[in-house]
């Protein structure tokens, strides 16, 4: 399995951002793809995950609103989209995959695939 991200960037507060997760290699079409982040100093926590098979999709409570995640099937690909960016949104967003499905989780011990992050700043 192999998760490759991409879109991350400078913005100013209140601009928006969508990060993409490339995903190859998993032998079905029924997988989990959660979006993590990093802030400088913190310790990684889950934003949202999305199951392929059918789009459903799970939100952190404190990530509800101003994140949406979606599925691309023509790419392959898992999207983070990120409005109203305030400067504690910086940090390194990174995609990943447990071996198995068994719900919709955030929790990053579960996950066993990881892509290598793509860094978000937010500063004017």
């Known amino acids: 399995v192999q998760l490759v991200e991409s879109g991350g960037g400078l913005v100013q507060p209140g601009g928006s951002l969508r990060l993409s997760c490339a995903v190859s290699?998993?032998?079905?079409?029924?997988?989990?793809i959660g979006w993590f982040r990093q802030a400088p100093g913190k310790e990684r926590e889950g934003v949202s995950c999305?199951?392929?098979?059918?789009?459903?999709?799970y939100y952190a409570d404190s990530m509800k609103g101003r994140f949406t995640i979606s599925f691309d099937s023509a790419k392959n690909a898992v999207h983070l989209q990120i409005d109203s960016l305030k400067p504690e949104d910086t940090g390194v967003y990174y995609c990943?995959?447990?071996?198995?499905?068994?719900?919709?989780?955030?929790?990053?011990?579960?996950?066993?695939?990881w892509g290598q992050g793509t860094q978000v700043t937010v500063s004017s």
């Open positions: 990943a995959a447990p071996a198995y499905i068994t719900q919709l989780m955030l929790d990053d011990y579960e996950y066993d695939y």
């Open positions: 290699g998993f032998s079905s079409d029924d997988y989990l």
């Open positions: 999305i199951r392929s098979r059918d789009g459903q999709a």
